[in-house]
């Protein structure tokens, strides 16, 4: 098998980034500070952060606040129950990510770090558009069993959604680490699913893993190089039950069948009860 030339790369990092909806960076003005952030942007997201490393890699617990929308989100006119899935999306791979090195408690008071996300700007999806490319990809994908011939139909560029989320990590009052972050779905890499929500919903989950990646590591979570998932990591992405008792409180992820439901463009609700009940 050929290993892919330089300007193969850079035409498929080119198309990536024309087929991506526009995203940019949003202050709320809810966290505590926002001096000292550096910027650092990847491919396909924007983000700054400040990170007080010492002070992060000492602690041990870290206690979650629920993810909140700020009133310049609000404009994008989702459902409350649309945004408590982004939310709780946000909220349960936060938990999952940090799992991997902290404890998980429920009271501030016991925690080394209280940590809150804030959804600060969302574009919602094109639902007619979604559905025309889900048409599309399950049309390729029928082509391409009948032929043999792999065929991989791009989303449309339409109507892409886009969430920009802020959060903080605070120890006794002090600020500890920070990040402001924003990204557009794109048409290669995120399903399109016909429900107005599904983009931020599905960005939800990557914004929450750079955050917990910032907190686990200490260092820049967007220049990070791809690691290998723990098999625990996997387990839960699959759905089984997550490793801290405290993140049973964010349901779990919708496993094969929500990725199943992706795949043919169903949206997140059907597969993805939320968060657990009391």
């Known amino acids: ?25 949003t202050r709320s003005g809810l966290l505590s500070s926002y001096d000292g952030q550096q910027r650092s942007d990847g491919m396909l997201t924007h983000a700054s952060f400040r990170v007080d490393k010492p002070h992060v890699l000492a602690a041990k617990t870290v206690a979650i606040m629920p993810a909140s929308f700020a009133d310049s989100a609000q404009v994008a006119g989702f459902s409350p129950e649309q945004r408590r899935l982004v939310s709780n999306s946000i909220d349960r791979s936060l938990c999952a990510g940090l799992s991997e090195r902290f404890r998980i408690v429920r009271s501030p008071r016991e925690a080394d770090l209280v940590v809150q996300a804030h959804v600060t700007a969302v574009a919602p999806t094109n639902v007619t558009m979604a559905s025309i490319s889900s048409a599309a990809s399950i049309g390729g994908s029928v082509a391409g069993a009948a032929t043999g011939l792999p065929i991989s139909v791009p989303r449309i560029p339409i109507g892409l959604g886009s969430l920009a989320v802020e959060a903080e990590a605070m120890a006794q009052g002090s600020q500890q680490a920070a990040l402001t972050w924003a990204r557009g779905a794109d048409s290669m890499t995120t399903r399109p699913r016909a429900s107005n929500e599904a983009d931020a919903y599905a960005l939800a989950s990557e914004f929450g893993a750079d955050f917990a990646r910032l907190l686990v590591t200490g260092d820049d979570p967007i220049k990070l190089s791809l690691s290998v998932p723990s098999v625990r990591g996997v387990g839960e992405f699959l759905g089984a039950s997550p490793k801290e008792v405290a993140c049973a409180r964010y349901g779990r992820n919708p496993g094969v069948g929500g990725l199943v439901a992706g795949m043919v463009g169903l949206p997140p609700n059907w597969t993805d009860s939320g968060a657990a009940r009391p």
Do not use: E, W
Not at 1 to 23: E, Y
């Open 1 to 25: 098998m050929r290993k892919p030339t330089t300007a193969s790369v850079m035409v498929g990092a080119a198309l990536l980034i024309g087929g991506c909806a526009d995203s940019s960076l």
